[in-house]
Every structure is written in C-alpha cells, then in structure tokens.
C-alpha cells in the first residue's frame, strides 16, 4: 500500500491552497483517511479524516470552517482544500488510511510522505 501526498508550497496568509493524497496497491473502499500536520519539536496533530464510503467528515477545531477534505474513490485520492491560510498552519502534511474513523494516530495503518506547507504572514 502507497499513499502518495503532494499539493504543498509557499503561501501567503489568506491564500488557498489544495493537497491531494493519492492511496494504491490495495482496496480502500472501506476505509478512512485523514491529513495530520507535524511541525518541528511538536507532535502530530489531527487535521482532518474522512470515510470513504459515506463522506462523513471530522475536523480539528483549529481548521473547521476554513478547511474541507473531500474524496474521489474512483481515483482512490482524497483532498484537503485549505483557505484561508494562516502562519500557524505551517506545518508538514501527511496523509494516512485508517479501517476506523476517527482523529488518533493509533488508529492509521498506512502513512504517506508529507508535503510542506508554508505560509507567510
């Protein structure tokens, strides 16, 4: 199993920015996937997670209303729409697929590369 994350660049604070996730090498129609974000010397913190098959959505507080994960399951990517950015959001974004839905990294069995993130203020 490949997760493959990319999108991640340079922005300004207020800008948009969309990272993709794209997940191979296995069947992933009953799972959930999530973005965590990991900053130096910080732990992993949760960002946002999605069910394949329902859509049903969780976020971190820090994100809702500016964030929004989506999934295409015929192209097995899930993205994560990122507006209205702030410095605080930069960060290393990795994605994971979880058989159970929820915000722990316990729960994940596979993890992506990351993708950087950085916005100025």
């Known amino acids: 199993v490949q997760l493959q994350a990319s999108g991640g660049g340079l922005a300004q604070a207020g800008d948009s920015l969309r990272l993709s996730c794209a997940a191979s090498?296995?069947?992933?129609?009953?799972?959930?996937m999530g973005w965590f974000r990991q900053t130096p010397g910080k732990d992993s913190e949760f960002v946002a997670s999605i069910k394949l098959l329902s859509g049903e959505t969780g976020y971190a507080d820090s994100v809702r209303g500016r964030f929004t994960i989506s999934r295409n399951n015929a192209k097995n990517t899930v993205y994560l729409q990122m507006n209205s950015l702030k410095a605080e959001d930069t960060a290393l974004y990795y994605c994971?697929?979880?058989?159970?839905?929820?915000?722990?990294?316990?729960?994940?069995?596979?993890w992506g590369q990351g993708t950087l993130v950085t916005v100025s203020s």
């Open positions: 090498g296995g069947t992933f129609s009953n799972y959930a």
């Open positions: 994971g697929a979880a058989r159970r839905f929820g915000p722990a990294t316990g729960l994940y069995d596979y």
